[in-house]
């Protein structure tokens, strides 16, 4: 079992950046891959970025490239996603997530991951 909350939301001006964190709880943090997933007002929950379990190798959706990293950190039990360049349409409540499987692969739908934070939001005003 992993608990996951998440921090570092809040009010920015497009432009902007936020850093969010998700601590999770456990000693296995370190066998899990981990994500980060958004849900916009009125919308679906959507794929962000993911990390493989040694943070060796990460993956952004289109929309974020460039302006996202998502980071971890094994020794503080923490990943991070560094936000730049805000936009408004990053509006949205951002989840993280964590999985296990290795069958998965993709890691960027959400039945890959079995753990998910509550969330925090993140408004970006014009």
């Known amino acids: 079992q992993v608990q996951l909350v998440e921090s570092g939301g809040g009010l920015v001006q497009a432009g902007g950046s936020l850093r969010l964190s998700c601590a999770a709880s456990g000693r296995t943090f370190s066998s899990y891959y981990m994500g980060w997933f958004r849900r916009p007002p009125g919308k679906e929950r959507v794929f962000v970025a993911t990390?493989?379990?040694?943070?060796?190798?990460?993956y952004y959706a289109d929309s974020v490239k460039g302006r996202f990293t998502i980071s971890r950190d094994n020794a503080k039990n923490t990943v991070y996603l560094q936000m730049n360049s805000l936009k408004p349409e990053d509006t949205a409540v951002y989840y993280c997530?964590?999985?296990?499987?290795?069958?998965?692969?993709?890691?960027?739908?959400?039945?890959?991951?079995?753990?998910w934070g509550l969330g925090t939001q993140v408004t970006v005003s014009s």
């Open positions: 990390i493989r379990r040694s943070g060796s190798s990460t």
């Open positions: 997530a964590a999985g296990r499987d290795p069958s998965f692969t993709t890691r960027t739908t959400e039945f890959e991951y079995d753990y």
